[in-house]
């Protein structure tokens, strides 16, 4: 089991240009999830996904939008990039059960805007 | 609202040192879990405990112990006679059952000298 992935895993972009960062799990876990994670301030949450077909807004969803189309892959993508997204980008998947269990993490994907 | 502070921005022990982790979580709900994850140098976060809200009985694995007491609203995590592949951030995280949000702390970064 390759558990979760996630491609590009380093990326440098110029301000204005889009990417889309795909995560792929193996798990079949229902949930899915992509935060961003800046120094001294932890894991936010971007987006969510509860199964194939929807998505949600996490707590720091602007700039970015998603897509869920097949169960065990979840989208990311930037349409405009901004200097502010540079970050550490984790995917992550978790069985169903709002809340209840952990979440497993794919290597993370490192984007420079500039 | 929820919260994870881990006050301790950096720790850094000589190996074989116990160490212990400080989380203090705020939450109004009566049902929630913790987490901790550790994220070493390689970057991907790992899972290391989960603990629900009704269970306040103390856990240990191996070296690792984790001391729940909700009177304090702490979840400490310890590492006795810590060796430098303890070296790593260490998040502490909290989900409220029936919430798709994951909180997450700033994170302890944990130097371990040979």
């Known amino acids: 089991n390759a558990g979760v992935t996630q491609t590009p895993k380093f990326r440098v972009l110029k301000t204005g240009q889009s990417m889309t960062l795909l995560c792929a799990q193996d798990?079949?876990?229902?949930?899915m999830y992509w935060y961003r994670q800046d120094p001294g301030m932890g894991l936010r949450l971007i987006h969510y996904s509860v199964g194939e077909g929807t998505t949600a807004k996490g707590e720091v969803p602007d700039g970015y939008n998603v897509s869920r189309l097949k169960k065990q892959n979840f989208l990311l993508g930037l349409e405009s990039a901004a200097p502010s997204q540079t970050s550490v980008y984790f995917c992550?998947?978790?069985?169903?059960?709002?809340?209840?269990?952990?979440?497993?993490f794919g290597p993370g994907t490192r984007l420079t805007v500039t | 609202a929820q919260k994870v502070t881990q006050a301790q921005t950096e720790i850094s022990v000589v190996e074989k040192e116990d160490v212990t982790l400080d989380c203090v979580y705020e939450?109004?709900?009566?049902?929630?879990?913790l987490f901790w994850y550790k994220q070493p140098p390689s970057g991907e976060l790992v899972f290391l405990i989960r603990?629900?809200?009704?269970?306040?009985q103390n856990e240990i694995s191996g070296r690792y112990s984790w001391n729940f007491q909700k009177s304090t609203s702490s979840f400490n995590f310890t590492i006795t006679a810590s060796q430098v592949v303890d070296s790593a951030v260490y998040f502490c995280a909290l989900s409220v059952v029936g919430g798709f949000k994951t909180i997450f702390g700033a994170g302890t970064r944990l130097f371990v000298k040979a």
């Open positions: 603990r629900n809200s009704f269970d306040e």
């Open positions: 798990m079949n876990h229902e949930y």
């Open positions: 939450t109004r709900d009566t049902t929630y879990y």
């Open positions: 992550a998947s978790s069985p169903p059960g709002p809340g209840a269990y952990e979440q497993y």
